[in-house]
Every structure is written in structure tokens, then in C-alpha cells.
């Protein structure tokens, strides 16, 4: 039994070993969400705390409460079929870097939101970060006890971290930010480096709390194993941002946070589709990964992007998809550098659009 699993791990790591190097694999790999859209719902032992207004604080947080979540999610992956291990993040859903620099961070319906607290954007000069903060302390809990916790069955990666003008405009208000854009541009820059700096340095103080996973690491939410070490990154208020805009004042930082990694992935909606060409010339961006939002475009609309995407980068889609449209991305996409990442509501439903994947590629 111990050598059957040992197999059929190095058979999800050969496939995605080829996977990065863009290998002809006759179908994408495929990943699952399950059960909640919504990343603050999954964790049941955290219902009390997403309540409308109610502030979040780091004490309130008790991650041996939410171990059984983790077992739970893990055990509903493993009957899924997918190509992909697992990964367990520090809870998905919470504004880790937005607490760390200061924000207040409270409950919602579904999720948890962070607030602005400047009241200009000369304040931006005074924020700093430090390995002390609770924020910082509270994650690196995460990672310690459930690294501790998987004994070695899943890989620990990184949860979503919003980026440099995302974690910025949370602090001094999106509109402050596009003014501050024209007016303070220096201000903003060494805000923005120092946002990436705590990132960079939150990601490799994880690295020294986890350990590596059957020789590599893993892109936390997407579940997507690397044969090296990486990190990932969004810049979702880009979308209020022109092309000039963002190779003035962000291009050179998302270059910043890719070095020193092996391998790296950006986040993007359909709404930032306009800074596509400037993302793809980011030499030490390996992957880009493209939500197909609710409310649309469809994958048909999107094929375009995608296929340009998929030209030189690595794709990583994330998507509700229903038979139709797999066939439509088996019909319009290579299969080289594709990995779909699917939101299902069930396991159950999950294997049967794993079996679809699997019998369409014969």
C-alpha cells in the first residue's frame, strides 16, 4: 500500500514537473475548490467571528480550533481524483497584510474586510514592518501547527496576499491612491517597496516554519506543486489603473517580488485584462493566474487573453466550469502550461468533471 501512494505521488509530481516546463501532457492539470466560494466560509470553527461590523483581532483567532477544518478539507480533496496535493494555507479569507500595516480588520456575510485608517497620504511615510507585529506572529502560528499537523501528507503554502497597490489603497482609500498617483508619486513608491519587502520577508519566514513536501513546495489556494521555491501575488486595483499608470509605478515592483524565487504566479481578473502585455513582459514571472469572475466575461470571451497568456507564461485558470465549456478549452487551448483550478460544489461533482477531463483527453 505505502509503495502504490509512493507511485502515484511521483506520478503528480512528474506531471508537474512537465507542467512547468510546459510539456505536452494531452490535457491540462487539474485542481478543486470545493463546497464555499467564499474562502471565509470553509472554516466552520470560524462562523462566529464573520459577523457584519464585528472586528477581527489577531488573539480571536485560535488556530487548534480550526485543525479539524484542515482535516476535513483534506479528506473531501483526497476523494476528488485531482492531479494536485492538497495545500493548507494560514486561513484564506482574512487581509493578512493589510492587519499587518495597521488596518482594522472586521467581519462580513461572507468574508472578512479591511479599512483605511490615514488621513493623508503623507501618513504612507511613517509605516514600517516588523517580524514582532501580532499579524506576523498569528500567521507564522499558522504555518508552525499546521505543518506540525499534516506530518508530511500535504504540503503548507501561502494564502491570498493582496498586493503592493491593493494593501496601499486599502490604507489611505482607493480614490486618495490614483490622486496620490499624480501628486506623490515618490510617497507612494517607497510605500509600495516597503509592502513588498514584508511580503517577501512573511514569505521567507514561512520557509523557515514549514518544510519542503516530496522535494519541492507548493502555490497555496490553487494547489499547484512546484518543484522549487515560490511565491505568488495579485495587484487587483490595477483595474483602476491605465498601462502607463501600471509600468510607472508597479512593473518594477511585481519584477522585485519574483527574484529570488524560483518559481512565480500573478493573480489577475478579467477587469486588469487591459495590462495583460506589460504583465507578460516580466521576465521572472513564470505563471499568470486568471479568475473567470462572476458576472462574466465567459471562458469564450476570455479565450483571446488566454490564449496569448498561454503564448509564454504558464496559465493557471480558476473557474466554475460545466462539460461545455471543457470541451470548449480542450477545442481552443493547448494543453502545454495549463492548469484549471475548479470551483465544485461537492466532491462528488468534482470527480465526475475529473472522470469528463480524463475521458475527453483519450
Given amino acids: 500500500m505505502k509503495g502504490s501512494v509512493m507511485d502515484h505521488n511521483q506520478e503528480k509530481i512528474n506531471m508537474h514537473e512537465d507542467f512547468w516546463a510546459r510539456k505536452s501532457l494531452g490535457r491540462p492539470l487539474v485542481s478543486f475548490q470545493l463546497k464555499e466560494y467564499m474562502v471565509g466560509r470553509r472554516f466552520s470553527a470560524a462562523q462566529h467571528l464573520l459577523v457584519e461590523g464585528k472586528e477581527l483581532t489577531p488573539d480571536l483567532l485560535n488556530v487548534d480550533e480550526l485543525i479539524s477544518d484542515y482535516e476535513r478539507m483534506y479528506a473531501e480533496a483526497c476523494k476528488t481524483g485531482q492531479d ?27 468574508s472578512f474586510v479591511a479599512h483605511p485608517f490615514m488621513t493623508s497620504v503623507a501618513d504612507l511615510k511613517k509605516i514600517a514592518f516588523t517580524q514582532s507585529n501580532p499579524w506576523f506572529r498569528k500567521y507564522i502560528e499558522f504555518v508552525t501547527k499546521i505543518t506540525k499537523f499534516a506530518e508530511g501528507r500535504f504540503p503548507v503554502g501561502q494564502p491570498i496576499l493582496r498586493g503592493v497597490s491593493d494593501v496601499v489603497g486599502t490604507m489611505i482609500g482607493q480614490t486618495n491612491l490614483i490622486f496620490a498617483l499624480m501628486e506623490e508619486p515618490e510617497i507612494l513608491r517607497d510605500a509600495f517597496y516597503v509592502v513588498a519587502e514584508a511580503q517577501k520577508a512573511l514569505i521567507k519566514a514561512q520557509y523557515q516554519y514549514s518544510a519542503d513536501f516530496l522535494g519541492g513546495h507548493a502555490l497555496g489556494f490553487y494547489h499547484v506543486w512546484c518543484p522549487g521555491r515560490c511565491i505568488w501575488f495579485q495587484e487587483d486595483l490595477s483595474a483602476l489603473f491605465s498601462p502607463d499608470l501600471y509600468d510607472q509605478h508597479i512593473k518594477e515592483i511585481d519584477q522585485y517580488i519574483c527574484n529570488d524565487y524560483e518559481y512565480t504566479m500573478m493573480h489577475l481578473h478579467p477587469a486588469s485584462f487591459f495590462i495583460i502585455d506589460s504583465i507578460l513582459e516580466i521576465d521572472q514571472l513564470k505563471a499568470i493566474q486568471i479568475n473567470k469572475d462572476i458576472g462574466g466575461p465567459t471562458i469564450k470571451e476570455m479565450l483571446p487573453t488566454l490564449q496569448k497568456v498561454l503564448k509564454k507564461k504558464n496559465l493557471i485558470l480558476f473557474a466554475e466550469l460545466d462539460e461545455k465549456e471543457i470541451d470548449l478549452i480542450f477545442k481552443e487551448l493547448p494543453s502545454e502550461g495549463l492548469f484549471l483550478n475548479i470551483f465544485a460544489p461537492t466532491a462528488v461533482r468534482a470527480a465526475e468533471l475529473m472522470e469528463k477531463i480524463k475521458c475527453t483527453a483519450v
Fill in 84 to 110: 494536485a496535493f492538497w495545500v493548507a494555507e494560514p486561513f484564506n479569507g482574512i487581509p493578512w497584510m493589510e492587519g499587518i500595516f495597521g488596518c482594522k480588520i472586521t467581519g462580513a456575510n461572507d
